[in-house]
């Protein structure tokens, strides 16, 4: 089998990062980049909104969306490679996390004829309410609520770790609809904007803030949220897809947004760091590069992180071809995460003391980036859904084995 690019798609690659090279200036990125550190307002900042549109001159943003939505009606393969290149650069055009996966899913042709165009034009942007204080890693347990009142319903609760509440224009809900349904049930999905009155937004400041973090790193993120909604009142229309029904929307939007290249990248991009560093740098008069230690532990690594590009490649294919996409990207998470944990420790014993030094150290190789992976790399593991709960996805709709809810007792091994 060949796995490599045809020579059309290696034309648009080049042409790509032409493009990057010509319009893509560090300053630009870092306020592109929703890992940067760098507070924008909601929307778009006058550069990035001058960039995205060049970018979608081109034909380039919403490109596996159909065009009377505002995408261009390509195919995955071409939307991957354009996307790696403008993400290893810390300009996101992908629309992962978004909402719009679901949304063209489970969404009315009213929703589906305002969100998508807005997204793809990065005029609308959208922050997940899905954890909350209590529940941790099973959302499940939600108690945000939506009361129907009319043709509304009024919002009460609090969500945790609302990444970029503070700068989206529009939230993409999870709230309990009714009390009385079992846990998985009873859940809708609603959108709305943020300036809706009764959002409050507080910030969270993570381990990154001080000092911020280099673009590239692993969940980089200089702040997150808590939000609290207190008598919010929301039309019906915002309502996703069937009332009650939330927990399947949501389930699949987040296992259709686990696909792609800015995904992959999450996970391999240390690697990709460490093999270009240890070609031409040494430690203290110590060459990583030339020991046969690290470089059979790079070559390790990196075999690792292609299988993390055909996982990626597989869902892909499938998504493409319309065929059942169950289990394959929670497998993704799984594998990708991990991995990205063991390459993260395995540089840190490669380059010794200098690997927890952060960017403002005059000592610290590559910006700090090292340094501040090791204090984001775990949180792979836990963002989007946890690798436990994705081994049971895995176990339950891959391999077909019974949930402990519907075979009884589980005996100890």
Not at 115 to 127: D, H, T
Not at 270 to 276: A, L, M, W
Not at 341 to 370: C, W
Request: charged share 25%; glycine share 10%.
């Amino acid at each position: 089998m060949e796995f490599a690019y045809t020579p059309q798609q290696e034309a648009l690659r080049r042409e790509v990062q032409q493009f990057i090279k010509e319009n893509v200036t560090s300053d630009l990125a870092e306020e592109t980049n929703p890992e940067s550190g760098v507070d924008r307002p909601r929307g778009q900042g006058p550069q990035a909104a001058a960039l995205y549109k060049k970018i979608y001159e081109q034909g380039w943003l919403g490109i596996t969306y159909p065009k009377e939505y505002g995408g261009q009606g390509g195919d995955r393969l071409t939307q991957y490679i354009v996307e790696e290149e403008f993400t290893r650069v810390g300009v996101n055009i992908s629309l992962g996390g978004s909402g719009a996966p679901a949304i063209m899913a489970a969404g009315t042709e009213e929703q589906k004829q305002y969100y998508i165009p807005g997204l793809i034009k990065r005029e609308i942007s959208f922050c997940l309410g899905f954890t909350e204080p209590h529940a941790g890693a099973d959302l499940a347990n939600l108690r945000c609520s939506a009361v129907r009142d009319g043709d509304h319903y009024v919002i009460n609760g609090q969500k945790m770790y609302t990444s970029a509440a503070h700068m989206s224009t529009h939230i993409y809900l999870m709230a309990r609809t009714d009390r009385n349904a079992p846990k998985h049930e009873g859940i809708s999905i609603f959108l709305f904007p943020m300036d809706t009155p009764g959002i409050t937004v507080r910030p969270l400041w993570t381990i990154q803030n001080n000092p911020t973090a280099p673009i590239g790193t692993t969940y980089g993120n200089s702040r997150t949220n808590e939000t609290f909604f207190d008598d919010v009142r929301i039309h019906k229309s915002c309502l996703l897809g069937e009332e009650n029904k939330g927990w399947r929307v949501g389930s699949m939007g987040l296992n259709l947004d686990r696909v792609g290249a800015s995904r992959y990248l999450i996970s391999v991009r240390r690697d990709e760091d460490i093999v270009n560093w240890v070609k031409n740098n040494t430690v203290d008069g110590f060459a990583p590069g030339k020991d046969p230690a690290v470089r059979d532990k790079i070559a390790e690594l990196w075999i690792e992180a292609q299988v993390c590009r055909l996982m990626t490649m597989r869902s892909m294919s499938i998504v493409e071809r319309g065929g059942k996409f169950t289990y394959e990207g929670s497998a993704e998470k799984v594998w990708a995460p991990e991995h990205g944990v063991r390459s993260t420790e395995a540089i840190t014993q490669m380059l010794g003391p200098y690997a927890s030094l952060l960017r403002t150290s005059p000592h610290a190789i590559e910006d700090g980036v090292f340094g501040h992976n090791v204090m984001g790399s775990f949180q792979s593991g836990i963002n989007h859904g946890s690798v436990q709960v994705m081994r049971d996805q895995v176990a339950r709709r891959g391999l077909g084995l019974p949930s402990s809810r519907k075979s009884g007792k589980v005996e100890a091994r």
